[in-house]
């Protein structure tokens, strides 16, 4: 009997051990997990009340609306009226529609209003649509909202389409060539739009086969190669050379982002009679980032072996070696 009695105490003494070395401290760990995660929610929901403060303070500064997409519904074929690759590049997004009878809005949320190229490159976006962007001013966690919607929009490969140079503007650039005054004065005169097509038109009419783009202190010089010489044509101002940079990056499918970083990329200008492969090259320097288009096949002189001035003696040499099967 006593041998029973002495085991019972020894068993709840062991019990008592292990409820206060065990299950109390599992109970505390409970709560401290409890604790941990509640203050990480309260910690993330500060964070993103500061960053829509912060969205509209910018919003106030460049006198554009704010509106937090958190607490809109966000339309998936608005969504996808800007390329993804664009969107995430530029941190604009499209996230509604207003369709009328005369015209067709598409309302932008942007990440980074300051960024004027960025206005000209979701313009030019939307405008293969027929839209006109009404912009406001969003937040990051905006932004993430109505990026993670493009994982839920089905994605059709798109044929890259070509840059079109009018046949107009070739006429006009070869009379422009001949005078460089009126090139650049041409150049100062377009839309900032055009100023892409100008510099091309003029290159292709003079059968360059470089175009230079070089940031100095104050402007940016434009240089063709013609024969083998390189030429100064004209100046664009550091204002419409961003876009210009912005634009190339876009049709030869470079990182808009990047500045600090050589690219290179290509992309093909369609003419009535021939199409144009123009390798880009683009590398940052000291006035920002300096670009060389390389135009294929342009300025290229087509000869026959006989007109290229080898002696006759020679010329019947190569020609026997050219037929070699190998050697």
Do not use: W
Not at 124 to 134: A, G, M, Q
Request: aromatic share 4%; with cysteine; proline share 3%.
């Amino acid at each position: 009997m006593m041998v029973v009695i002495l085991f019972s105490g020894i068993f709840a003494i062991i019990k008592k051990i292990f409820e206060l070395f065990y299950i109390m401290p599992n109970a505390n760990n409970n709560d401290t997990a409890d604790r941990e995660e509640k203050l990480q929610k309260k910690i993330s929901q500060i964070d993103r009340r500061e960053k829509e403060q912060e969205a509209m303070r910018i919003a106030a500064s460049v006198e554009l609306p704010y509106i937090n997409l958190e607490k809109v519904p966000v339309e998936r074929k608005a969504v996808a009226l800007i390329p993804e690759k664009i969107a995430l590049e530029t941190g604009a997004v499209a996230f509604a529609r207003i369709d009328k009878d005369d015209s067709k809005i598409a309302k932008v949320g942007l990440f980074v209003p300051e960024d004027e190229s960025v206005i000209e490159i979701i313009e030019e976006s939307l405008d293969k649509n027929d839209y006109k962007p009404d912009y406001y001013v969003i937040s990051e966690n905006s932004l993430r909202k109505c990026l993670d919607v493009y994982a839920t929009i089905i994605k059709v490969e798109e044929k890259k389409e070509k840059l079109e140079v009018k046949e107009e503007e070739l006429v006009e650039a070869q009379a422009e060539i001949k005078n460089l005054s009126n090139l650049a004065d041409k150049l100062v005169k377009v839309p900032v739009s055009e100023v892409l097509e100008i510099i091309l038109a003029g290159a292709l009419m003079g059968e360059a086969s470089d175009i230079h783009l070089e940031p100095e202190e104050g402007n940016v010089k434009l240089r063709y190669r013609i024969d083998g010489v390189l030429a100064d044509m004209a100046t664009i101002s550091k204002e419409a050379y961003k876009k210009v940079v912005s634009r190339i990056k876009l049709e030869a499918g470079l990182k808009l982002n990047i500045v600090d970083k050589p690219q290179d990329g290509r992309f093909t200008v369609a003419m009535k009679d021939k199409e144009v492969d123009i390798r880009t090259s683009i590398l940052p320097t000291a006035y920002g980032e300096t670009i060389v288009l390389r135009l294929l096949g342009v300025g290229a002189i087509s000869l026959k072996i006989e007109d290229i001035g080898i002696r006759d003696q020679a010329l019947e040499i190569l020609k026997k070696a050219i037929k070699k099967p190998n050697g």
